[in-house]
């Protein structure tokens, strides 16, 4: 299959810093990107969907300007919580959907992030 | 709209026994159905997806889901557990287009193999 490589797998930053997620389709072009958020024990919470190109559209509850997304090309998506707190302490899953491919979604490893 | 429900957040086999991890879903048009596994801290790895065509769907590691329509159900099935097996299962639900379509996923279930 497809492979998504997600950058970094952890980090641990202080409360107030921004941190910047890298999300990459290696091998393939992914039109659309979206980005997960999972708590523990729970399922995950689609937090937006990223268009290469275009703005995010962002789910319900999920504020813009705290979880910047960009998708600036065929390939890469980012993410940025900006002025983290520990309530955003979580961990944050991206997946790209390969334009050739029906329905199918390939994620990447995930990133634990810890704000202290 | 498009919602899954899994029932058993934790479903517990003996090694060698059946595994069936129940999903029922619900969809106002025909589905797009998936499983997926993940393992701690990890991301998601698809299992089996249903799309169209045969109801029965193979999947990796052993792992088949029968797409039952008039039960709106696609449950999950292995005949003999592994140890490896241990993991976290999500089944998921789309709409069957093209583009920014966005999976739904269960609440997911904890397949726990017991030695």
């Known amino acids: 299959g497809a492979v998504v490589s997600q950058h970094p797998s952890r980090v641990i930053c202080k409360s107030g810093t921004s941190v910047k997620i890298e999300c990459r389709s290696l091998?393939?072009?992914?039109?659309?990107m979206f980005w997960y958020r999972q708590f523990p024990k729970k399922s995950l919470m689609l937090m937006a969907t990223s268009n290469e190109g275009s703005k995010a559209t962002y789910e319900q509850g999920v504020e813009k300007d705290k979880f910047l997304i960009n998708h600036a090309s065929l390939t890469l998506s980012t993410l940025t919580v900006t002025s983290a707190h520990p309530e955003d302490s979580s961990f944050y899953i991206c997946?790209?959907?390969?334009?050739?491919?029906?329905?199918?979604?390939?994620f990447g490893q995930g990133t634990r992030l810890t704000v202290v | 709209a498009q919602s899954v429900t899994q029932l058993g957040s934790h479903v517990s086999v003996s090694e060698g026994a059946l595994v069936l991890l129940r999903c029922n879903y619900s969809s106002s048009v025909p589905p797009y159905l998936f499983w997926y596994v993940q393992y701690p801290n990890q991301g998601l790895q698809l299992l089996l997806k249903y799309t169209t065509g045969a109801t029965l769907v193979k999947g990796i590691n052993g792992f088949e889901a029968e797409f039952k329509k008039s039960e709106t159900s696609f449950h999950l099935t292995k005949p003999s557990a592994h140890m490896s097996d241990a993991a976290e299962y999500f089944c998921?639900?789309?709409?069957?287009?093209?583009?920014?379509?966005?999976?739904?996923f269960g609440t997911g279930t904890r397949l726990t193999i017991i030695p």
């Open positions: 997946s790209a959907r390969d334009r050739g491919q029906i329905g199918e979604a390939f």
């Open positions: 091998d393939f072009q992914a039109t659309t």
């Open positions: 998921a639900v789309r709409a069957p287009n093209f583009g920014n379509e966005k999976l739904t």
